[in-house]
């Protein structure tokens, strides 16, 4: 078999099952001819994601059973010159492969008869009940080539798929005819997209490791986007000088949750379980935040797949609890920057306060303390909000 039908061939398996399935086609195609009803295995329709590493394909293109049909001849008659032609397609990039089967090798069917086959057989080019050999032409088109490549792991990106499998007749008397087809919608929303349900941002508190955040809440909100439906692991080290944020993390992933009979390592502050985006830092069961210390925090959770669990991890966020009255460093504006605050404060009470002796150190959003280069940054977005009508400033 050529490599390229090979790829074909588990790529149309792989996308019957990417992602949460919902088909909008879940009858059979029928037709006075023929009948074809293609079936989910039941680990599928309980798949959230799927990817080619948790597909179980070995060298030969074998694997576990995606999906089965049947065909059945509904007439007293010999059906020749059958042939299958499968056709992917993505909302995004259009047709992404197509595999039709050689003209050389068709496949016949008896009066009456019925077959069944899966995924397997069709890599295998060869369906149990049906004599002859089947060979394909075809595969990945470019833009289906193009797409593989671009891919950043072994997970299809969420997107509307279609996958449409037909059979078809070729007569001197009516060429080619279509004798029965059907088409699977793969989606999870209203509108038919399927659903990322592996993208995990982070909100608050924070920012990403090397930005000078510091909070006053000891008692902070951590909160994140991603399906509320599923269920998070939210893991909040100390930073100890040491280790790298990846490693305590992992050291303290290696243990289980607080709230499923886990208990906290010494450098571990928090490590829960929660359904939804937020967690509000507990007063018992975890170790106090300390002042002027740094921490790392991240979110993780696990999305069934058709063969196990997959995990999908957020980036790590710091942040730092500041000290009751600790004063930070002094922070250098350039032009801009000094003009960003003019505008934000106003003129007269720039002055007011650079004559009280007064300083520009940091800015403080939802009990956050952005300082140094972030504050800058920061301040520069905030004006350009307020420029493009997104912030509204008032006299008082």
Do not use: H
Not at 55 to 65: A, F
Not at 104 to 110: E, H, S
Not at 330 to 343: K, M, N, R, S, T
């Amino acid at each position: 078999m050529k490599k390229s039908v090979w790829c074909t061939t588990i790529f149309l398996s792989l996308l019957v099952s990417i992602f949460t399935f919902v088909p909008t086609n879940s009858v059979f195609a029928q037709s006075e001819v023929l009948t074809l009803d293609i079936t989910l295995s039941p680990a599928l329709e309980n798949a959230q994601v799927l990817g080619l590493t948790s597909l179980g394909v070995d060298n030969k293109g074998s694997g576990p059973v995606l999906f089965s049909g049947s065909l059945v001849n509904n007439t007293n008659e010999k059906l020749d010159n059958l042939f299958f032609e499968f056709l992917v397609q993505s909302g995004n990039v259009g047709v992404i492969a197509q595999l039709t089967q050689q003209a050389a090798y068709p496949f016949t069917l008896d009066p009456g008869q019925v077959v069944f086959g899966d995924n397997n057989d069709i890599v295998n080019e060869k369906i149990p009940g049906i004599e002859e050999t089947m060979r394909f032409d075809g595969g990945l088109t470019p833009e289906g080539e193009d797409f593989l490549e671009s891919l950043e792991s072994t997970t299809l990106p969420a997107d509307f798929y279609t996958l449409t499998i037909s059979v078809f007749q070729v007569t001197n008397a009516l060429g080619k005819e279509v004798l029965a087809t059907q088409t699977v919608e793969l989606g999870g929303s209203e509108d038919g997209a399927i659903v990322d349900e592996k993208t995990i941002l982070l909100k608050n508190p924070g920012d990403v490791i090397g930005a000078e955040v510091n909070i006053t809440n000891p008692f902070p909100q951590f909160s994140w986007e991603g399906d509320a439906a599923n269920t998070y692991r939210l893991v909040v080290v100390r930073a100890n000088g040491q280790d790298s944020p990846e490693s305590l993390i992992e050291i303290a992933k290696s243990s289980e949750p607080t709230n499923q009979n886990g208990s906290l390592q010494q450098f571990e502050n928090l490590d829960l379980t929660t359904t939804g985006n937020t967690i509000q830092y507990p007063s018992s069961g975890v170790q106090a935040l300390q002042a002027g210390q740094t921490y790392y925090w991240q979110v993780s959770t696990e999305v069934q797949t058709a063969i196990d669990a997959e995990e999908f991890t957020s980036e790590i966020w710091t942040f730092k609890l500041a000290s009751p009255g600790d004063n930070s460093t002094l922070v250098e504006i350039d032009q801009d920057a000094f003009d960003a605050l003019i505008a934000l404060i106003g003129e007269e009470e720039y002055a007011a306060l650079t004559e009280s002796g007064y300083a520009f150190e940091s800015i403080e959003i939802n009990n956050q303390i952005v300082s140094g280069a972030t504050a800058i940054q920061l301040l520069t977005e905030i004006i350009q909000k307020i420029d493009d009508g997104d912030i509204i400033l008032n006299n008082n």
